[in-house]
């Protein structure tokens, strides 16, 4: 992003003039003067300086360097009075003669006006060479900070040197609001968006007009999820200027956050009128459409991302979630691989792997996956949600219910971390802990499956608490909420599906969702248990004996459990 100029040139020749420098004395200089006539010129040139007669004090200066041309302190008056009659060049030759002719005591503040010069001129390079000689030197006080750090961060020499000399201007008033606003930019930059929120706060605080600083602000916010506050910056700016696309895109991230899918749509379509062919905003509107179940313009929205960056990762996790959601888990197996490879060192495309192998039934490969991700990102709470579900699937509840507890505990407001704690405090009889999570997913829930699956985890705390009816009218509410429009039920949607229905004794529905389970994931084993459940309960005595056959090889327990049922001992998990 391209940091906009906050001084015209002119301005800044007359303000470093009058901040950085002091009118010259003649008795000031330390070096052996040849002649007197340059000192008492020189004198002239101080007094002329110091009423800001510029014109005066150039030609008592001029007179006092043609009697010595090497007189440091009429060098740098003259340097001054010419850069206050707008003459960098001029001013530029009179300052090297000082430079030149070091050590001396104006060496530091030639070199700062040096700079000032430079940059006004539109040379970043030589104003950052210049007032890095003299920062060493001594203070260049919050001009030179100021000028130094902003010719830094336009000639891209270091955000770190950039960063040092805009906090040591930004105390100043009249550099205090784009000094914030460029350190706030560069901490963006460095990804340390909670560090940039307190500098991007105070430039707003004193130009709440400034558009920019209202838009990074906005991302600052955005960056550390605090999407509200996002939101309000962010509408702020685009109310200020309507034409930036990173304002429009912005919002639409910030409404992708707050599951505000249309308003999702509208801002990323305005950021695409600005840039049409952006493959950020075309993976923004991409992943609300998804959401949307709008899922033909969803994958061609994809797909132009793709044809821009192929090997943008941000639209192939996208176009993975799109499969998901789609029920095509193949697709989203390849879209997952294909992520994986391009980045394999992002927990994102680390976690959707794991995700989609286990989804398939291949729970070792899913872990291995998350695994990895958990190495790369330790605090991010996806992979731990996901690693949580697959030990819930190997049947080890403890070792689930510390991967549960740490998403709920990373994400605390998102729905599918309090249903996974609350599912697991289920399988380990902890019910009173799991009705309370499982409300609280209830309560945040996004989405019917989200609502599904907290009802059925409400019930099932319900049933083994002893308040039956309250659970047969739960069990009801998950059914209701699973068989919603929305996305594709996965595998273990549909298995909880099946087994709202089997406790409310519904078999034929109950049935038909274990199969559809049990197809997409052929070794789910607690699937194929309740399977051969129900076939037993409806009289199909070959239906069941087959799940029992498939179960001798999956899962031994299992099998001896559904073959006492049939062996003429019923009873429904």
């Given amino acids: 992003m391209k940091i906009p100029k906050t001084f015209a040139a002119a301005c800044i020749l007359v303000l470093a003039a009058l901040l950085l420098t002091s009118a010259p004395s003649a008795t000031a200089a330390t070096f052996p003067q040849k002649t007197a006539e340059a000192d008492r010129q020189a004198q002239k040139g101080a007094e002329h300086l110091g009423r800001k007669d510029w014109k005066r004090a150039a030609e008592s200066y001029q007179k006092a360097v043609r009697a010595d041309a090497r007189h440091v302190e009429a060098n740098y008056g003259l340097g001054v009075a010419h850069m206050n009659l707008k003459q960098p060049t001029e001013a530029l030759a009179a300052f090297s003669n000082v430079i030149a002719a070091q ?24 104003a950052a060479d210049a007032l890095g000689l003299a920062a060493p030197l001594g203070d260049i006080g919050a001009v030179g900070h100021y000028f130094l ?105 910030v409404h992708l956050g707050l599951y505000r899918n249309e308003e999702a749509v509208a801002a ?184 599904g699956w907290a009802h059925y985890n409400i019930a099932t705390s319900q049933e083994k608490l002893g308040r039956a009816e309250e659970a047969r009218a739960s069990y009801g509410a998950a059914i209701k909420a699973y068989n919603q429009g929305g996305r594709t039920l996965d595998p273990d949607d549909l298995y909880l599906m099946g087994n709202a229905y089997l406790r409310l004794e519904q078999d034929a529905p109950a049935i038909k969702a274990f199969q559809q389970a049990i197809k997409v994931r052929p070794n789910f084993a607690q699937a194929r248990y309740n399977l051969g459940v129900a076939y037993f309960a409806t009289g199909n005595r070959k239906g069941a004996q087959e799940e029992h056959t498939a179960l001798r090889r999956l899962d031994p327990a299992r099998a001896a459990k559904l073959q006492a049922i049939i062996g003429g001992r019923p009873g429904r998990k």
């Fill in 103 to 126: 050590p001396n005591p104006r060496v530091k503040d030639a070199l700062v006006n040096t700079g000032l010069i430079h940059f006004a001129a539109g040379r970043a390079k030589e």
């Fill in 149 to 253: 750090g902003k010719a830094y961060l336009q000639t891209e020499r270091g955000d770190d040197a950039a960063l040092d000399s805009l906090r040591r201007a930004a105390s100043d008033p009249q550099f205090a609001q784009d000094a914030n606003f460029s350190v706030g930019y560069l901490l963006l930059k460095k990804n340390q968006s909670k560090e940039a929120v307190a500098p991007l706060e105070q430039a707003v605080r004193l130009n709440a007009q400034h558009a920019p600083s209202q838009m990074l602000l906005g991302n600052a916010y955005l960056a550390a999820e605090r999407y509200e506050e996002a939101h309000t910056a962010l509408r702020a700016a685009a109310a200020l200027d309507p034409k930036q696309f990173h304002t429009h895109f912005g919002l639409g991230v």
């Fill in 268 to 451: 990323f379509t305005a950021a695409l009128q600005l840039q049409p062919s952006s493959p950020e905003a075309l993976t923004g509107i991409g992943n609300a459409y998804t959401r949307l179940n709008r899922y033909r313009e969803a994958d061609d929205a994809f797909a132009r991302a793709l044809a821009q960056k192929p090997d943008m990762l941000d639209a192939l996790l996208g176009r993975g979630v799109l499969h998901y959601s789609q029920g095509q888990y193949q697709k989203l197996a390849e879209a997952a691989q294909a992520a994986a490879r391009v980045a394999p060192q992002s927990a994102a495309a680390q976690t959707l792997l794991g995700a989609a192998l286990a989804t398939a039934g291949d729970m070792q490969g899913g872990a291995r996956a998350v695994r990895e991700a958990l190495r790369l990102e330790p605090d991010n709470y996806w992979p731990h949600h996901v690693l949580g579900f697959i030990l819930v699937r190997e049947d080890k509840p403890k070792e689930a219910l510390a991967e549960a507890q740490t998403a709920a505990r990373l994400r605390p407001a998102y729905p599918e971390t309090q249903n996974l704690l609350a599912y697991v405090l289920n399988q380990l009889g902890q019910h009173q802990e799991a009705l309370q999570a499982a409300q609280e997913a209830l309560r945040l829930k996004r989405e019917p499956a989200d609502e």
